[in-house]
């Protein structure tokens, strides 16, 4: 009668191939986001609102028609929350495009609470 023997790994028990391993990571907290603001003036076209909401933060002609009235009733409006990266540089294209038309369209961002 021939005995097999079979042969188990070297390895201690803990090291073996199959273990598991969980990592955990530390809870990290979201960054803050920024609401980018479009204010209200006298002075900028309507269809420059428009234009730039087209432009810059990719709504639609209704969706930007819509902001843009919600600008000139209330005299300002949300046209978009991003990380503080992204809003800086929204706030700055908007201000140099309206800048470069001579329109005095204002654009800012603040901390969302």
Known sequence: MLE????????PDDESDSSVLVETRPKTKRPP????????????????????????FGMTHAQAFEIM?????KGVAVVGVFSHEIAETKVGQVMDFARRHQHPLQCTMEREE
Not at 37 to 50: G, H, I, K, R, S
Not at 69 to 73: A, G, P
């Open 4 to 11: 097999h023997q079979w042969m188990m790994s070297d390895k």
């Open 33 to 56: 986001l920024y609401k980018v603001l479009l204010l209200n003036d006298d002075y900028t076209p309507m269809e420059f609102v428009v234009h730039v909401l087209e432009r810059f």
């Open 69 to 73: 009235l919600t600008v000139h009733k």
